[in-house]
């Protein structure tokens, strides 16, 4: 049994390192309550955020519990996909409060690794949370469903421009 399990271990540790995404979707607001803009290229500034983005302006519920590793959010297509499939509640890109929209990358196994964001350079810090901001916002009942499938919390160790397009791979 034991060698069974390290088989498989080594199995899951070699699928996550031969994983590549893309940026799907590029997105930040000024301010909480704002509705989130989208856009082709944003710009990472180390050890802040995303220029421009409430985290960075101070303008988010959360701001005066400022943590390093919410610098930039992230967040699956395929968790889109599975609302819509699964509970048939849509949710656009840029609904879903989070920065980048990835695709073909798993961002729950992120938690305390490197990746690049086209030539930028992130760490998982932690797994999102979802809030009922977001059902504020959106007026979907969605909370229970995004448990687990809210996004990632990374912080930028370098700075410059992502874009939409961009790969994203393991570091």
């Known amino acids: 049994?034991?060698?069974?399990?390290?088989?498989?271990?080594?199995?899951?540790?070699?699928n996550m390192i031969n994983w590549s995404g893309l940026v799907k979707g590029l997105h930040l607001t000024p301010r909480s309550f704002l509705p989130m803009k989208s856009?082709?290229?944003?710009?990472?500034?180390?050890?802040?955020?995303?220029?421009?983005?409430?985290?960075?302006?101070?303008?988010?519920?959360?701001s005066?519990?400022?943590?390093?590793?919410?610098?930039?959010?992230?967040?699956?297509?395929?968790?889109?996909?599975?609302l819509m499939r699964d509970?048939?509640?849509?949710?656009?890109?840029?609904?879903?409060?989070?920065?980048?929209?990835t695709k073909g990358v798993p961002l729950n196994h992120?938690?305390?690794?490197?990746?690049?964001?086209?030539?930028v350079l992130l760490e998982g810090m932690r797994l999102s949370t979802p809030c009922r901001h977001i059902e504020q916002i959106t007026g979907l009942e969605l909370f229970n469903?995004?448990?687990n499938r809210s996004g990632l919390n990374a912080k930028i160790l370098n700075g410059g421009k992502i874009f939409i397009g961009d790969?994203?791979?393991?570091?």
């Open 1 to 14: 049994m034991c060698m069974l399990n390290e088989n498989l271990s080594a199995i899951m540790e070699e």
């Open 110 to 119: 992120l938690v305390g690794k490197k990746f690049r964001v086209g030539e």
């Open 39 to 62: 856009f082709k290229a944003l710009t990472l500034i180390p050890g802040v955020g995303v220029e421009g983005d409430r985290h960075t302006t101070g303008e988010a519920f959360h």
């Open 167 to 171: 790969s994203i791979v393991p570091v």
């Open 87 to 101: 509970h048939k509640i849509v949710l656009k890109p840029n609904d879903h409060r989070r920065n980048v929209t």
């Open 145 to 147: 469903q995004l448990m």
């Open 64 to 82: 005066d519990r400022p943590e390093e590793g919410r610098q930039i959010t992230l967040f699956e297509e395929e968790t889109i996909e599975a």
